[in-house]
C-alpha cells in the first residue's frame, strides 16, 4: 500500500469544526488531545484511539489488506468495478459491524433477522456500530410507498386524525384509519389497495368465430385442464362445436361467469390407444378460473398468464384513494388525506406551510414536523415524488436517499454510516445537495463511509481509501489511503488520472470504434443523422402532449434532473412506438430490430449466472460431452447441468451448499460436506477438458475463459464480448444474485453484442454508466460508439456528462422534475444544449467541454 502521508501527520478537513487528525499510516495508536466522543481525555488515562484499524481484510478478492481510517470524517472508497472497495467497505466492515451488535441480540431474536454472516478478516479495532445503506431495488409490493420507506405516512395521518376538518357529528378517527394498510383504514372493496381486476368477454373469447371444441375459450388452461373443462360442458348439455357467437347470450354469460361448480359424470371420447373410464367432473367458469390463478397461484409463469386476461381498473368504491368513506370525509386545507398524498413532495410543503400558519397549534406543531421532514427529501433532489408512489416503481438510487433522508432525521450520532454510491441517478445539480447532506451527517457526529464513483463527491472526501488496481484477481490491494491529494503520487490507481484530469481530450468518447479503451485519442467527428423517428403528443406520467424528435445513425444522449421524464420518454414512449410499428410493418423507418437494456436483474436465484444467461454454458456442457470419457460413459449434455438429477451433487441439489438449522440461532449456509461447493458428484468430476472439470471451468474469470476457449469460435466469440466491455473479472458460475445492476445490464449488452447484427438496430440503455468507475465509463462508451460506427443507433438516458459531452445529439428535459418538468428544454449538439437558457445541465455540460 502506498502511503506518501506516513512520514508526517497530514490533517482531515471537517466540517463539524474538529481540529487535525493525524494520519495513522505507518504509526500505532495516536495520541489525541481528545477522546473519540470528542471530551478532553483524562489525564493520566490514554485518548481513545480515533481511527477504524482493519487487519487482514481477506473477503472476496481482498488479498489480507490492512487499513487505517479516521473516525469522524468523510472517507471515499474508490477503485474500478470489481477491484474490491464494497467488498472492504460493505463485506468486511459494516459486516464485522454488524455481527458485533447481533452478538448482544438475544439469541432466539437473531433467528428473526437477516444477517451477512461474519467477515474474512483478522481483526478490526476501533469500529463503532453501522448502519447500511445500500443500492438495492425494494422487494416490497404496492402497498410499500414513498411515504412508507420515509415514514412521513405516519405524521400526515396523525395531522389527520388530531387537526383534521370533521364532519359535523362525525367521531374522530385514529391514526389507523387513515391507512390503507389497517383492517381500519382500508377500502373494503379493494383492500386497500386501490385498483380491483377485472375481465370481460373479449378478452377470454378473442376470436368468437372458433367452437369451444376448437379453442375459443382462450383463458381455459391448456393440456389436460382445458380438456377436462370442454367434456364437463359436453355433459352438461352444452354445445361446444357451435361458434361461440352462434351460442345465446345467456349461455355464453354463465360458461364465462357463473360462481356455479356442478359436477357430473363425464365419459371420454374413448381414444384408440387407450381406454378411459367415466370419472365425475368439476365446473368452474373461465372468469373464476382466471381469478383464482392470478390470486392463489404459486406459478409466476400461470399467474402472468392468468394476467393477460384481466385489467387492472380503479376500484368503484374508493376510486382508487384505497381508503374507507368516513377517512375520505376528513378534510385538511380542504383536501382528503389522498389528495395530499398525491401531490408532490414540493406542492405538499407548499399547502402544509399554508395551513400551518393559519391553523391551532396542534396543526402548527404537526404540520411543522412533516415540513422539516419533506425538507430533507426534496434537499436530496426527490421533491418530485409523491407519498403514494409505490416503492417498487423506484429505482435503486431513489430509494438509497429516500433512507438517507430519513437517517438525517433520526438524530443518530457515534455510528458509522456505510454508503453504497448515493450519487447514482443523481443529476449534477443533485449532487451538491447530496455533499451537504453527508457533512451533515458528519457533522452530526458519525462516521461517513462511501463507495462511489462520482468525482465530485471523491473530490470532497476527507480521506480516500483506493482499490485496485484493477478487477477481480487482479485488484484486491489498497493502493492509497490518506488525503485526496496524495493520490497523485500513486501511479498504479486507475482513478488518479480522472481525478487530476489527467485525460487526453475534451470529448468523453474520442476512442470511437470498437477500441473501447483510451479516450484520450484523436476528437471524434460528429456524425450526421440517417433518418428520425418522431413521436408525438406524448401524454404519460409528467409527460403532457410533448413532441420529440430522435436521430437515427448516431449517439443521443436524453438528459435532465431526477424526475423531468427521461425513462418515461425513452423506456416507455420510444420503446413502445418502435415496438409497435416493428409488429405493424416491420420497420420502424429504417430501424429492423429494437434492444432495450435496462438493469433489472439476469436472474433471481443463484441457479442463474453469468453462463447460464450468456448460452455459454450449452457450448461448455456440449464441450464437456464430446470429451472421450464422457463418450464412453455415455454421458449426455444433461449430465453437466447442475440444474437436473443425474450429474449434479443430490446432497446440495446442484447449489454448491447446504442450509445449516441451529437451534436458537440464525440459519447458516455452509458449503457441502459432500462436494465441497463443486456443485457435482464425484463420477461427473472425473470427466476433465484439458485437465479442468466441469467445476472448475465454472470458477474460471472471463478474463481466463477466453484463453481456455480460445480454440472453441462459439465460447470465444461470447467471452471476448463480455471481456471488452469490462467484465473480465466475473467467473463464469457467478450467481445471479451477486451482479449489480450495472453488471447486468452489461451482461446484456455483451449477450447482444456477440450476435451477427443484421439489419439497423436501435439500442436503449438507462443510465449505463451506473456503478461505474470513469476508466470503465471510457471501455462501455468504446463499445457503444463502436455500434454507431457500424450503422446502429444508440439512445442512452444518462447524467454524466462525460457520456454527453461525446454525444452527437442531446434532448435535455426538463425544467424541474415531476409536475416541473416533462417538456423538452433544449435538443441539438452538445455544444448548443451547453448555451441553451433555462437548462439546469447547460452549466454542467458546458463546464465539460470547457466553454463556460
Known amino acids: 500500500m502506498h502511503s506518501p502521508e506516513a512520514q508526517q501527520p497530514v490533517p482531515v478537513r471537517s466540517s463539524a469544526g474538529a481540529g487535525p487528525v493525524p494520519s495513522p499510516a505507518g504509526a500505532g495508536p495516536v495520541p489525541s488531545p481528545a477522546g473519540a466522543d470528542g471530551r478532553p481525555a483524562v489525564a493520566g488515562v490514554p485518548a481513545a484511539d480515533p481511527f477504524v484499524r482493519v487487519r487482514g481484510a481477506r473477503e472476496h478478492n481482498l488479498r489480507g489488506v490492512d487499513v487505517d481510517i479516521p473516525r469522524d470524517a468523510l472517507t471515499v472508497f474508490t477503485g ?20 458485533r451488535y447481533f452478538e448482544s441480540v438475544a439469541p432466539y431474536a437473531r433467528r428473526l433477522i437477516h444477517q451477512v454472516g461474519a467477515p474474512k478478516v483478522g481483526e478490526i479495532t476501533g469500529l463503532p456500530p453501522a448502519v447500511s445503506l445500500e443500492q438495492r431495488r ?17 405524521s400526515l395521518r396523525m395531522l389527520y386524525s388530531r387537526a383534521g376538518d370533521y364532519p359535523a357529528g362525525a367521531e374522530r378517527l385514529d391514526s389507523d384509519a387513515f391507512s390503507p394498510n389497517t383492517a381500519a383504514g382500508a377500502c373494503p372493496e379493494c383492500q386497500g389497495l386501490g385498483r380491483i381486476h377485472r375481465t370481460h368477454e373479449e378478452l377470454l373469447v378473442p ?9 375459443a375459450i382462450a383463458a381455459w388452461p391448456g393440456a389436460w385442464q382445458g380438456k377436462n373443462l370442454r367434456d364437463v360442458l359436453d355433459a352438461l348439455g352444452y354445445d361446444v362445436d357451435r361458434p361461440w357467437r352462434e351460442l345465446p347470450a345467456a349461455e355464453r354469460e354463465w360458461i364465462l361467469f357463473t360462481e356455479e361448480q356442478p359436477v357430473v359424470t363425464v365419459h371420454p371420447v374413448r381414444e384408440a390407444e387407450r381406454i378411459q373410464r367415466p370419472y365425475q367432473g368439476t365446473y368452474m367458469s373461465a372468469h373464476r378460473y382466471v381469478m383464482r390463478t392470478f390470486s392463489d397461484s404459486k406459478s409466476a409463469t400461470l399467474r402472468a398468464r392468468a394476467e393477460r386476461f384481466l385489467t387492472s381498473v ?25 389528495e395530499l398524498a398525491g401531490l408532490p413532495l414540493t406542492e405538499l410543503a407548499g399547502v402544509l406551510a399554508g395551513a400551518a400558519d393559519g391553523g391551532g397549534e396542534t396543526a402548527r406543531v404537526l404540520a411543522g414536523d412533516l415540513l422539516a421532514r419533506i425538507g430533507t427529501v426534496t434537499e436530496l433532489g426527490l421533491g418530485y415524488l409523491s407519498l403514494d408512489r409505490t416503492a417498487p416503481t423506484l429505482s435503486a438510487g431513489e430509494l438509497q436517499r429516500l433512507r438517507l433522508a430519513t437517517q438525517l432525521r433520526s438524530g443518530l450520532f457515534g455510528v458509522v454510516y456505510v454508503l453504497d454510491e448515493p450519487s447514482a441517478g443523481l443529476h449534477p445539480a443533485d449532487t451538491e445537495a447530496l455533499l451537504g447532506v453527508l457533512d451533515r451527517l458528519k457533522a452530526a457526529g458519525n462516521t461517513v463511509f462511501v463507495v462511489e464513483h462520482h468525482l465530485d463527491v471523491v473530490r470532497h472526501a476527507d480521506w480516500l481509501v483506493d482499490v485496485g488496481p484493477r478487477a477481480g484477481e487482479h485488484g484486491g490491494e489498497v493502493l492509497h489511503c490518506g488525503p485526496p491529494e496524495g493520490l497523485a503520487g500513486v501511479a498504479e490507481s486507475a482513478t488518479r488520472r480522472f481525478l487530476f484530469g489527467e485525460r487526453g481530450g475534451a470529448r468523453a468518447a474520442e476512442a470511437g470504434g470498437d477500441a473501447g479503451g483510451d479516450a484520450g485519442g484523436a476528437v471524434r467527428a460528429v456524425r450526421r443523422a440517417t433518418g428520425h423517428i418522431a413521436l408525438s403528443q406524448v401524454t404519460r406520467n409528467n409527460l403532457r402532449g410533448l413532441d420529440a424528435e430522435f436521430p437515427l445513425g448516431v449517439f443521443t444522449a436524453v438528459t435532465g434532473v431526477s424526475g423531468s421524464g427521461k425513462s418515461t420518454l425513452v423506456g416507455r414512449a420510444l420503446a413502445e412506438e418502435v415496438a409497435e410499428r416493428l409488429e405493424r410493418e416491420g420497420a420502424a423507418g429504417p430501424v429492423r ?10 436472474g433471481r436465484t443463484p441457479r442463474s449466472n453469468l453462463a447460464t444467461y450468456t448460452g455459454l454454458f450449452d457450448t461448455v456442457r456440449k464441450i464437456f460431452t464430446a470429451t472421450p470419457e464422457a463418450r464412453a460413459r455415455g454421458y449426455s449434455a444433461g449430465r453437466f447441468s447442475f440444474n437436473v438429477a443425474g450429474g449434479r451433487c443430490e446432497t446440495c441439489q446442484g447449489e454448491g451448499f447446504v442450509s445449516v438449522e441451529l437451534l436458537f440461532l440464525p440459519s447458516t449456509y455452509a458449503p457441502c460436506p459432500d462436494c465441497a461447493g463443486a456443485r457435482y458428484n464425484p463420477e461427473t468430476l472425473e470427466v476433465r477438458h484439458e485437465g479442468l472439470t466441469i467445476a472448475d471451468v465454472l470458477g474460471l474469470t472471463v478474463e481466463s475463459a477466453v484463453e481456455f476457449f480460445a480454440g472453441v469460435p462459439a465460447a470465444a466469440r461470447s467471452l471476448r464480448a463480455l471481456d471488452e466491455i469490462g467484465l473480465g473479472y466475473l467467473r463464469l458460475g457467478q450467481p445471479a444474485t451477486e451482479l449489480s445492476g450495472g453488471e447486468a445490464q452489461r451482461i446484456k449488452l455483451a449477450s447482444e453484442l456477440q450476435r451477427v447484427r443484421r439489419g439497423h438496430t436501435l439500442y436503449l440503455l438507462d443510465e449505463p454508466t451506473t456503478g461505474l468507475h470513469p476508466a470503465d465509463v471510457e471501455v462501455l462508451l468504446g463499445r457503444l460508439h463502436g455500434l454507431v460506427d457500424a450503422g446502429h443507433s444508440v439512445v442512452v438516458v444518462e447524467h454524466d456528462m462525460d457520456v454527453v459531452a461525446g454525444a452527437d445529439w442531446v434532448i435535455d428535459l426538463g425544467p424541474g422534475g415531476g409536475d416541473a418538468g416533462g417538456r423538452v428544454v433544449a435538443a441539438g449538439p452538445p455544444a448548443e444544449v451547453a448555451s441553451a437558457p433555462g437548462s439546469r445541465t447547460a452549466p454542467y455540460l458546458a463546464r465539460r467541454l470547457g466553454t463556460a
Open 80 to 99: 474500478v468495478s470489481g477491484s474490491g472497495k464494497s467488498s472492504l467497505a460493505f463485506g468486511t466492515i459494516y459486516a464485522e459491524a454488524q455481527r
Open 138 to 154: 425494494s422487494t416490497a409490493g404496492a402497498r410499500s410507498s414513498v411515504g412508507t420507506v420515509t415514514m412521513l405516512s405516519n
Open 207 to 215: 376470436d368468437p368465430a372458433l367452437s369451444i371444441r376448437e379453442g
Open 314 to 338: 380503479a376500484c368503484p368504491g374508493c376510486g382508487g384513494s384505497r381508503l374507507r368513506a368516513e377517512a375520505l370525509a376528513v378534510t385538511f386545507a380542504g383536501r382528503t388525506i389522498a
Open 593 to 602: 430490430r429494437l434492444v432495450e437494456v435496462d438493469q433489472k436483474p439476469i
